[in-house]
Each structure stands twice: as structure tokens, then as C-alpha cells.
């Protein structure tokens, strides 16, 4: 693949072949615990985009010119949990500042994203995968992306699934996780369509 189309295909990889909730099963627990409504599901995607679309480059910054320059790359946990948490707070803080609607809409939301799975899992893979700055972009972008319609198409089904006739041994936990397990081999379709290393 020629090298300028690469950040590129790394997005769209990280939306559908890489997703990184159904395919690698990263921050599965705030997924299965709040898709059970749409709009706490919008919310939440929401506010996991934002998070992982800053906090990847943040990230990858801190990575190349702290931890890197000074042979730290043993702490890159400690310290992308840091940042992570850092950076939600800061963002918490601002929108209650600016916009007090807002701030009540999110309500335990971005609480909640300091302790997915999912927003480090991305930090880490980036620095695995040794992207480059904008790469490192477009992966946390595409990834929250990713995870956004993974959220969204749960909670359709879900509410979907309210009328439904389930039987009793599966209703709640049991038949959430039977469409997960089907909505990640969907997802596994799209395998081979986009291969990025």
C-alpha cells in the first residue's frame, strides 16, 4: 500500500476490519451496561469519540518526546492512564464551566471514560503499531468512530429486543451477549476488505 493512502486505510480499518470493541474486544463493559437505551448509547459513542481522538495524539506526544528520550518506555501504562484521566477531567471541568446543559446531559458519562478499556487499548496498539503522529490521529478518531456505531447498533436491537418474545433462560445478559458474539462475526465479514499492519 503506497505510504500516503496509509493513515487512511488505518482509519477505516480501525471503523470496520479493526474495530476495536468487536474485533478485540476492548471496553466491552460500559458497552454491554449502557446500550440498553439509545440516547445514553449516544452519549456515551459521543463522548468516546472526543476522548480517543484527543487523547491518542496526546499520547503519542507524550510517548515520542518524554518517555521515548528518557529510556521511560516501561511506564507508557502509568502515564497514558495519567494523561487519559488528565485529560477527561480537564474536558469534565470545561463543559461544566461553558455549558451547564450539556455537562447534565453527559452526567456519569465521561467519569466512565477514564475507566474504558478501550481509550488505552488504542494508545497502546499506537505505539505497538509505531504510527506516526497523524496515523496515531486518524487510528483513535477511527476507533471511536468504530466503537460509536458498535454502541448504537447494540442499543437499536436492544430496544428492539424490549417487544421481542425471548425466551426466559436468555432474556437480559444471556441474549446481549449472543448479539455481540453475532455482531462481531459480522464485523469479522469485513476482514481482508482493508489489511493494514
Known sequence: MHDALLPFAVFFASI?????????????????????????????????????????????????????????EYLRFIVFIIVIAAFVQLTEMTIERYSEPLYQSLGIFLPLITVNCAILGVSLFMVIREYSFFTSFLFG?????????????MAGIRVKLKNAKVPPALEGPGITLIIAGFMAMAFMGFSGMIAVS
Not at 451496561?33 to 481522538?53: P, R
Not at 478518531?141 to 447498533?153: D, E, P, R
Open 16 to 72: 470496520f476490519t479493526g474495530n476495536i470493541l468487536l474485533t478485540n474486544y476492548l471496553g466491552t463493559c460500559s458497552f454491554l451496561s449502557v446500550s440498553k437505551e439509545m440516547k445514553t448509547s449516544v452519549g456515551l459513542g459521543i463522548a468516546v469519540i472526543f476522548v480517543m481522538a484527543t487523547t491518542t495524539p496526546l499520547n503519542w506526544l507524550v510517548y515520542e518526546y518524554l518517555l521515548l528520550p528518557f529510556g521511560l
Open 141 to 153: 478518531l477511527g476507533s471511536g468512530i468504530g466503537w460509536f456505531v458498535a454502541i448504537i447498533a
